[in-house]
């Protein structure tokens, strides 16, 4: 019978920023995400027009904190109410892992406290009791696109050194309290998301740096992010020495749109410059490709001393990344049509479907993906991120609740599953286990629309924040459920 390896972790993700509400409660102070507008008259494939936020745009911000329609991240599917009730469908699902990501903010709401919130440890401590109850691993993201705005209104976060240390007092603070509890942890969620989204990412309001090269400024925030992360790493070895820490990354996945040495040239420069980030996080040190760019573009990236000694002695323990699509490069775009994936635009693959947000799914490139990752770094592997959004639509189940029916998920998911156990049966790769992006519908980070829906069990709430915030079970929950039981033994049951 054909299975995934035994103890192979399935679950779901989340990340607090996107889903867990409660923005101004229990003590929580403003994250950047708090601040950051829904924009539902663009283009929702316009992806960097969706995330500009400039130093006017927080203003506007702060002075409405009571609206929840223009800022969706703020109620987010109101976990915070409802984590009891969620973490009770999952373990009805039988996860055996549950990805989420601690509030920055929820425990030093200003970053810059002497003395964290013990409401907002509370809150927590709480959760993972409820995770426990289920026999549910919890995998940790440290930072999810939640610095403390105040981080960056006052220090320009990222950017100023200064925030190693605050950050630092954050991760202290989590690891004593919950490393009992947390054995899998990711420091960063796709630490190279700060070029493409900084204000996100780094907490970088742009007009702040007027005057300033702009890519020194990224890849200054990115140094003192890495330094972060090995900091990270070292604390939590040191106090939990069985724990496993991970990098994040964002896996793009390009093919040359044609067989022109040209294409695949343009095709290799741009996977190395993906892959760059996680070289440095599992090598420990820069690589050759990205040192030259800081070279050949004139950036200084100030460096102390013992920050690269740091990097190479703190390496990650596997690595973990998104994969939702893949998308094509050509050195000559002219004429060719393009299509939007994960944060970026690129040619699109006329083999391919794409969803009405431009993604395109790719099963085999999850394969491509998990093989290439494998070879190049012979460390394990954990899919963290990996789904499709979807508009969707509740109908009565027949049995006085809601349902949905949402085939598409499944045949999605589907060929994904088979990519992995290829992956592993066929290509010899380790793989530690995959949580599905996510479990329970959330607001998009890119479009923060809640009508972009991911998950398993869909939240009754519309992209203006109206909705009783109910649960119901999708058709591919239950779908999911017969996976995790079987162990992917149901996926081939028709062969
Ligand atoms: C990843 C982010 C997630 C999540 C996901 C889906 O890049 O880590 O936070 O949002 O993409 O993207 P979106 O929400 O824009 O559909």
Redesign the pocket.
């Known amino acids: 019978m054909k299975t995934f390896p035994e103890g192979f972790l399935w679950g779901g993700a989340t ?1 607090a920023n ?1 889903f867990e509400g409660g923005w101004n409660e229990g003590g929580k102070g403003w994250s950047v995400s708090d601040a950051a507008r829904s924009h539902l008259d663009i283009d929702v494939q316009d992806y960097a027009k969706q995330n500009e936020v400039l130093t006017k745009d927080i203003e506007e911000a702060m002075a409405h904190p009571e609206d929840l329609v223009h800022y969706p991240k703020r109620h987010g599917s109101d976990f915070y109410h409802h984590y009891k009730e969620d973490i009770a469908l999952l373990g009805e699902m039988g996860f055996k892992v549950f990805r989420m990501s601690i509030a920055w903010a929820r425990i030093y709401p200003n970053g810059d406290d002497a003395e964290p919130n013990e409401e907002g440890l509370k809150f927590y401590d709480n959760v993972f009791d409820e995770l426990k109850k289920y026999n549910i691993e919890p995998l940790v993201t440290i930072s ?2 939640e610095p403390p705005l105040n981080l960056c209104l006052k220090y320009d976060c990222w950017y100023n050194r200064k925030t190693i240390d605050f950050f630092m007092n954050f991760v202290n603070t989590i690891v004593d309290r919950y490393k009992d509890r947390v054995k899998y942890w990711l420091t960063f ?2 630490v190279d ?1 700060m070029i493409r989204h900084p204000y996100t990412t780094g907490g970088l309001i742009r007009d702040r740096f007027e005057g300033k090269n702009w890519e020194e400024v990224i890849f200054q925030s990115m140094h003192h992010q890495f330094v972060a992360s090995a900091l990270a790493t070292k604390v939590l070895h040191e106090k939990r020495p069985d724990s496993l820490v991970g990098c994040m990354l ?1 896996k793009l996945t390009y093919y040359p749109y044609t067989c022109k040495p040209e294409d695949v040239l343009e095709a290799q420069q741009r996977m190395r410059s993906t892959y760059c980030y996680s070289d440095t996080q599992v090598f420990g040190e820069y690589p050759a490709y990205l040192l030259a760019r800081f070279k050949n573009h004139g950036l200084n990236i100030v460096m102390e001393e013992d920050d690269l000694k740091v990097m190479k002695e703190y390496p990650v323990d596997f690595i973990s990344f ?1 994969y939702y699509s893949s998308s094509c490069v050509a050195k000559d775009t002219e004429g060719l049509q393009t299509t939007a994936g ?2 970026v635009t690129a040619i699109k693959n006329p083999y391919l479907k794409a969803s009405e947000w431009g993604w395109q799914s790719d099963p085999i490139g999850l394969r491509v993906s998990l093989v290439d990752l494998y070879d190049r770094y012979r460390k394990p592997l954990f899919i963290v ?1 990996n789904g499709l ?1 979807e508009k969707e639509e509740l109908i009565p189940d027949g049995k006085g609740s809601y349902t949905v029916d949402d085939q598409g998920h499944i045949d999605y998911y589907k060929g994904h599953f088979q990519a992995m156990y290829d992956a592993i049966t066929e290509d010899g790769v380790e793989l530690l286990g995959y949580t599905t ?1 996510a479990c329970i519908d959330l607001v ?4 923060k629309q809640m009508s ?1 829906r991911y998950g398993f069990i869909y939240v009754d709430c519309d992209d203006y924040g109206n909705g009783t915030f109910n649960r119901y079970r999708k058709k591919s929950f239950y779908w999911y459920k017969d996976v995790i039981a079987s162990n992917g033994a149901c996926l081939f049951e028709e062969e």
Do not use: P
């Open positions: 990340a996107q999810h696109y969620n796709e998301s964002t998104s994960n944060t991120e959004g992006w998009s980070e890119s479009t972009k």
